[in-house]
């Protein structure tokens, strides 16, 4: 009935012109002032005292004040976020309120994973900006390396991410990244990352690994000397920038 029923909004949205307005979030305390606002001009209407206006004046105020200080508190933040999106590789990033988020897998999203998996994060950063790029044609992410054994080079605001999908060669040429996340059960061994990456980066599995996969190379990593994350087992995965990664 859920489904059913998101369908049907989403249907909505698809053919109606107008039906769906996007690109207005709020949060939980904005959404709390805008009632009291409504509530206190409705007192006003009904009392017609001019305390009443003044107070709704000084809710409305409070608003946009909330509404600046968060801008300027987000400006700053640049963070990378590798999304929990069962089957797919996706990341996303991010810069104060907007955002680049990309499907590395070259499969767009669909809308129920843009609902519950993106635009969550969207609101809560009150995002103006989001651009979706299907795959890296066509997104300002400089990414390059894109070779045979699939792997992929992309470095924003100099941190460098390896995404590896296929077998990696150990005679590659060294490359001195961040972050490895790996696709797609891509074949690597703990030697061959740490001939062609060294020891220094954070491994991912991104949400299209299987669980067998993980299982198997988890604990070796580990013992190997890597941080190892599990995005389908942990959540989405946040680099913060110039500072230490957090985990969601």
């Known amino acids: 009935m859920i489904w059913v029923f998101n369908e049907y909004i989403f249907w909505i949205g698809r053919v109606m012109p107008g039906a769906l307005i996007s690109g207005v979030h709020v949060t939980a305390p904005q959404a709390w002032l ?40 987000l400006a700053p933040d640049e963070r990378l976020i590798f999304y929990s999106i069962p089957r797919r590789s996706v990341v996303g990033f991010w810069h104060g309120a907007a955002a680049h988020i990309v499907t590395v897998d070259s499969l767009p999203l669909n ?17 103006q900006q989001v651009n979706y790029h299907t795959g890296w044609q ?3 992410i400089p990414a390059n390396n894109v070779d045979s054994s699939g792997v992929v080079l992309a ?30 059960n891509a074949r690597v061994w703990p030697e061959t990352l740490a001939a062609v990456f060294g020891s220094k980066p954070t491994i991912i599995f991104d949400s299209s690994c299987k669980s067998w996969y993980i299982n198997s190379l ?15 087992a942990q959540g989405a995965y946040i680099y913060k920038l110039y500072s230490a990664p957090l985990a969601n």
């Open 111 to 127: 809308e129920t994973e843009r609902t519950y998996r993106i635009v969550p994060g969207i609101i809560e950063r009150e995002a």
């Open 34 to 73: 805008i009632f009291a606002v409504i509530l206190v001009l409705l007192a006003f209407l009904a009392r017609r005292h001019l305390a009443w206006l003044g107070m709704a004046c000084a809710l409305m105020l409070l608003f946009a004040g909330s509404r600046v200080w968060a801008a300027r508190e």
């Open 155 to 184: 470095v924003w605001r100099g941190v460098r991410v390896a995404f590896v999908s296929g077998r990696l060669d150990a005679a590659r040429q060294p490359s001195s990244v961040d972050i490895v996340v790996l696709r797609r």
């Open 138 to 140: 066509g997104s300002s």
């Open 218 to 232: 988890y604990s070796k990593l580990q013992v190997a000397g890597w941080q190892v994350y599990d995005i389908t």
